[in-house]
């Protein structure tokens, strides 16, 4: 039922009301419904976008969320940095279910640049109710650090557009692994100069099997990280059945195409794009529909309406008015989240 899921860097949330909240506990902010329980555990009703404030980053490791939840929409958290959110991994809501999900700080690709005054937001979006709902900033133990940072350095970047042209590479303790072995190795060569010297060939031994060491570990994960997305395309795109398929970060895009062409149109249409709508979804939806679709923008003449994966669009309780954000759609708008 839940699945992972990062939103776009696009969405903002409106921070600056924080500073006119006064609740005893967390401060919070969209709900319909809010009431806090035993041990700060949260029940909650939310119709669109709602924020809880957690505390401040300092120096916590991961997010732990557990509670009862349903609905559709996204669970997950960001960063209050200003009066600007940055938005961190997303988990996907549908149907109900119990959650128990962790979300390490280190595996979000821009930590380094988040302050540690920075403040851990609790993020709900769509039409979600949840049920002793428990959201703890937590830390790891010396120990616990390496292990995750062990583990960091094996979390291969998802194949997105980018990725013929640039990798992040690997990470550990949300910086570059490049940064922290180099300067290991770096630190043990100058042991291995001030003990052996610099003629000696017992240093230069040491430093060329250090250095092909790290080389050969550089070169493991790199087929690794090629394997990987060989792994995934085969799982997500080709075993499974059609209506299960998904296919990297367009998730379930072209099963989405494929409804519109098979079910809703015959002949032509023409659909107008919202002026800030995501590029992906536009163009691989007209590329897709074309030449039985006309999705050419214009002002008059839309016939339908084309919303994908926006959980805040809902009807409203006559089943008659699509909504978003509590606002009527405009004829003909696209939306991507």
Request: with cysteine.
């Amino acid at each position: 039922m839940l699945k992972q899921k990062k939103i776009g860097i696009g969405i903002l949330l409106c921070a600056a009301a924080f500073v006119h909240l006064n609740v005893s506990a967390f401060q919070q902010q969209g709900f319909s419904t809010y009431q806090e329980g035993y041990n700060n555990s949260m029940n909650f009703s939310c119709e669109s976008q709602c924020i809880v404030l957690l505390g401040t980053l300092g120096s916590n490791d991961y997010l732990r969320i557990q509670g009862a939840v349903e609905g559709q929409g996204t669970m997950g958290f960001g960063f209050l940095v200003g009066q600007q959110v940055a938005p961190g991994p997303m988990m996907n809501i549908g149907g109900q279910g119990a959650m128990d999900q962790r979300f390490s700080f280190s595996d979000v690709q821009f930590i380094s640049q988040i302050p540690k005054e920075a403040q851990v937001l609790l993020i709900v979006q769509g039409n979600v109710k949840g049920s002793e709902v428990k959201a703890d900033l937590r830390f790891l133990s010396l120990f616990q650090k390496f292990d995750q940072g062990w583990k960091d350095f094996w979390v291969f970047d998802a194949y997105k557009p980018y990725t013929i042209n640039f990798l992040y590479g690997p990470k550990m303790f949300g910086k570059s692994a490049n940064d922290i072995f180099y300067r290991i190795f770096a630190i043990i060569c100058a042991i291995l100069l001030f003990k052996f010297g610099w003629k000696s060939k017992k240093f230069t031994n040491r430093t060329l099997v250090l250095l092909c060491s790290l080389r050969v570990l550089y070169g493991i994960r790199m087929y690794g990280e090629l394997y990987s997305y060989r792994k995934t395309d085969y799982q997500n795109r080709v075993k499974p059945e059609f209506a299960q398929k998904t296919f990297r970060d367009d998730g379930d895009l072209y099963q989405f195409i494929d409804f519109v062409k098979t079910n809703l149109f015959t002949g032509t249409a023409c659909i107008h794009s919202a002026p800030y709508k995501s590029w992906d979804f536009d163009t691989k939806t007209k590329y897709h529909l074309y030449p039985e679709i006309d999705m050419a923008s214009t002002d008059t003449g839309c016939e339908y309406i084309l919303i994908y994966n926006e959980p805040s669009c809902i009807y409203d309780g006559t089943g008659k008015m699509l909504t978003k954000d509590g606002s009527g759609i405009a004829t003909g708008e696209i939306y991507k989240i």
